[in-house]
């Protein structure tokens, strides 16, 4: 199939309306803005003939998310960092009502409004979870406009498997660059109630009560609500048990193993191929899912024979970091480098601080 040279919003937006999304509620919000604008014309095509509405704000978007999904069609909402920061509560319902939807987060500079440059920063709203309760996301953070869109068309998949809300976190950089994507073909989705019992895809009197789709997220007594929170973290093992993903790249003979994600994945790679010219192997371990994050990927790099040090290079001040210290439990030692306020970590500081580390500076 041939290629296509795409924005990376356009791409992403084109993905998700092939594997099925219909509904896009949002906002604009730069560096994002490209989505709604190209889901506002795409939306209205006869060959589409979905629904694209600008909401009145970010919160009004997220509960439109809800309520699409509710009656289990495909729905998707957009934003950048302090928009999806004001979608929290929201997707905390989403998330307590297990209701499957795709969120794109196209990260810019923080904290506060900041600025509309590539970011990493919100890597804890993400896997942390930015909404009240014991709940998370199955998050993908793509290092491609290509593996954005590989990753849009089973999304949905994943979403309505678990009856998770999906998240994606790319840095501005992705959404603004322009690449060459093969893009699939279009899902022929229909909603299907007999495979979505819970959905509200109509009742009427007469109907078995037990049909009834009822989507909800409050249990009143504390019985009822300790049930349904020990279903939720089931289920959230069972992600962590089956949908963990990442890759690895040049591990075998590594002397330091670099831990990062997204753009500055790639950035890490052009780095380890100047390094493996200098006679310095270096391997890399990229988490394609970070939440759940591949602890024990990251742990058999760092802990394998002839590994002195791992290196977590990131686009904010160490927020990965943590995930990567716990991952590697102690075994080898870890540096970290990176910039916030958007200043991308560039191919020759990473290779400087490689060099540094093997200096024992």
Same mark, same amino acid.
């Given at each position: ?14 993905a998700?309306?092939r ?18 604008? !190209? ?9 589409v003939?979905?629904c694209f ?12 998310i !809800?309520?699409?999904? %509710?009656?289990?069609? &495909? ?12 979608k ?9 009502a ?5 969120? /794109? #987060?196209?990260m810019r ?5 900041g ?6 920063g ?8 930015g %909404?009240?309760?014991d !709940? @998370? ?7 491609s406009?290509?593996?954005?869109? =590989? ?8 979403a309505?498997? !678990? ?18 994507v ?7 989705f229909?909603? =299907?109630p ?9 009742w ?7 049909? &009834? ?11 009822s609500?300790?049930?349904h929170?020990?279903e ?9 048990k089956n949908?963990?993903?990442?890759? #690895? ?16 994945? &790639? ?11 200098? %006679?310095?192997?270096?391997? /890399?371990? &990229? ?10 990927a990251?742990?058999q790099?760092?802990?394998a ?5 791992v290196?977590?290079v ?17 075994a ?6 990176? @910039?916030? %306020?958007s200043q ?8 400087a601080?490689?060099?540094?580390m093997?200096?024992?500076?």
């Amino acid at each position: 199939m041939a290629k296509t040279l795409m924005k990376g919003s356009e791409a992403i937006a084109e993905a998700a309306i092939r594997a099925g999304a219909r509904y896009f509620f949002g906002y604009p919000i730069t560096p994002q803005t490209e989505i709604p604008e !190209y889901m506002s014309a795409r939306m209205f095509d006869p060959d589409v003939n979905g629904c694209f509405l600008q909401a009145e704000s970010e919160i009004a978007a997220i509960n439109m998310i !809800y309520g699409a999904a %509710g009656t289990g069609a &495909r729905a998707i909402t957009s934003s950048s960092s302090p928009g999806i920061s004001l979608k929290q509560e929201g997707i905390s319902y989403c998330a307590g009502a297990m209701l499957p939807c795709v969120i /794109l #987060n196209v990260m810019r500079g923080g904290p506060g409004l900041g600025n509309i440059q590539a970011s990493q920063g919100d890597y804890f709203q993400a896997v942390k979870g930015g %909404g009240n309760g014991d !709940y @998370h996301l199955l998050t993908y953070a793509p290092s491609s406009v290509q593996e954005a869109v =590989d990753i849009m068309m089973f999304a949905y998949d994943k979403a309505e498997q !678990y009856r998770i809300p999906v998240l994606f976190i790319a840095d501005g950089i992705i959404a603004q660059m322009m690449e060459p994507v093969e893009m699939p073909e279009m899902v022929d989705f229909k909603i =299907d109630p007999e495979k979505k019992p819970w959905a509200c895809t109509g009742w009427k009197p007469g109907d078995d009560p037990a049909k &009834r789709g009822v989507i909800n997220s409050i249990y009143i007594d504390t019985e009822s609500l300790s049930v349904h929170n020990a279903e939720l973290q089931a289920m959230y093992a069972e992600v962590t048990k089956n949908e963990q993903k990442w890759e #690895n790249y040049n591990l075998e003979g590594a002397e330091y193993v670099i831990t990062a994600f997204g753009t500055v994945a &790639r950035i890490a790679k052009s780095a380890i191929d100047q390094l493996k010219a200098d %006679g310095i192997n270096v391997g /890399l371990v &990229r988490p394609i899912t970070v939440w759940p994050f591949p602890y024990e990927a990251v742990a058999q790099a760092a802990k394998a024979d002839g590994v002195k040090a791992v290196l977590d290079v990131e686009l904010n001040e160490g927020q990965m970091l943590e995930d990567v210290k716990l991952a590697v439990n102690g075994a080898k030692p870890i540096d970290f480098f990176g @910039h916030c %306020g958007s200043q991308m970590p560039t191919t020759d500081e990473i290779i400087a601080k490689i060099k540094s580390m093997k200096e024992g500076k």
